[in-house]
């Protein structure tokens, strides 16, 4: 199994930075992908904000793409999220979610593994 824990979160002003960490722990040698993802609202739909995948392939989702840049260390198991010049709209519960791959007996198994989330909140 993969477990998958945030971290980074807190209060900035606007126009500010913060890096967000996103430590993978147990079978991380069947993770395909990991992607960060936020919440503004409770029950609304998760943002699709940037992904990494296991062959360094990144896509970014059209709100962040400038601002937020997704790298990793491959020996510390950790995904980053760089968000700068961060704005009133940017505020929400950040998520990490990595996507898992493992060979089971008559195919594969795919299964996404979330985060419980580290709150952002920016101030204007």
């Known amino acids: 199994q993969v477990q998958v824990v945030e971290s980074g979160g807190g209060l900035v002003q606007s126009g500010e930075s913060l890096r967000l960490s996103c430590v993978t722990s147990?079978?991380?040698?069947?993770?395909?992908?990991v992607g960060w993802y936020r919440q503004a609202v409770p029950g609304e739909p998760r943002e699709f904000l940037a992904?990494?995948?296991?062959?360094?392939?990144?896509r970014y989702g059209d709100s962040v793409k400038g601002r937020f840049t997704i790298s990793r260390d491959i020996a510390k198991n950790t995904v980053y999220l760089q968000m700068n010049n961060l704005k009133p709209e940017d505020p929400a519960v950040y998520y990490c979610?990595?996507?898992?791959?493992?060979?089971?007996?008559?195919?594969?198994?795919?299964?996404?593994?979330w985060g419980r989330g580290t709150p952002v909140t920016v101030s204007s």
């Open positions: 992904e990494i995948t296991r062959t360094d392939k990144i």
């Open positions: 147990g079978n991380v040698f069947s993770i395909a992908a």
């Open positions: 979610a990595a996507d898992t791959v493992q060979a089971r007996p008559g195919g594969c198994e795919f299964l996404e593994v």
